[in-house]
């Protein structure tokens, strides 16, 4: 059975740092890469970062670039998300989920991927107050 499982979330301050974990079982970093999305109550789910953890290429959304960073431990079978100066506009539910590698080609872009993911997380509330 394949699932994966978010954790890390929390209420944070502007300015503050969280860490997000998504463990994963009944696959291997070989199948998928793994993406981190966020979807924000009223606004549709968009993708934030992702890893292609056989080649260690990473992928970042512009609005977090400089800010997250994605990475990823085989023996864990665990991908991470550090957050750091958060604002509230990263206020939303993040989740983790499968990316075809082949998505993450060329001219790439998380609208696409966002609707290929095949499996989801069930998502870890961010929460960033002012």
């Known amino acids: 059975e394949i699932r994966l499982v978010e954790s890390g979330g929390g209420l944070v301050q502007t300015g503050g740092s969280l860490r997000l974990s998504c463990a994963f079982s009944?696959?291997?970093?070989?199948?998928?890469?793994i993406g981190w999305f966020r979807q924000a109550p009223g606004k549709e789910r968009e993708g934030v970062s992702a890893i292609n953890a056989d080649d260690n290429r990473t992928y970042y959304a512009d609005s977090v670039k400089g800010r997250f960073t994605v990475s990823s431990d085989y023996a864990k079978n665990t991908v991470y998300l550090q957050m750091n100066e958060l604002i509230p506009e990263d206020t939303a539910i993040y989740y983790c989920?499968?990316?075809?590698?082949?998505?993450?080609?060329?001219?790439?872009?998380?609208?696409?991927?966002?609707?290929?993911?095949?499996?989801w997380g069930r998502g870890t509330q961010v929460t960033v107050f002012s």
């Open positions: 989920g499968t990316v075809p590698f082949h998505l993450l080609e060329g001219a790439w872009s998380f609208k696409k991927i966002v609707r290929w993911v095949d499996y």
């Open positions: 009944g696959f291997a970093f070989d199948d998928w890469a």
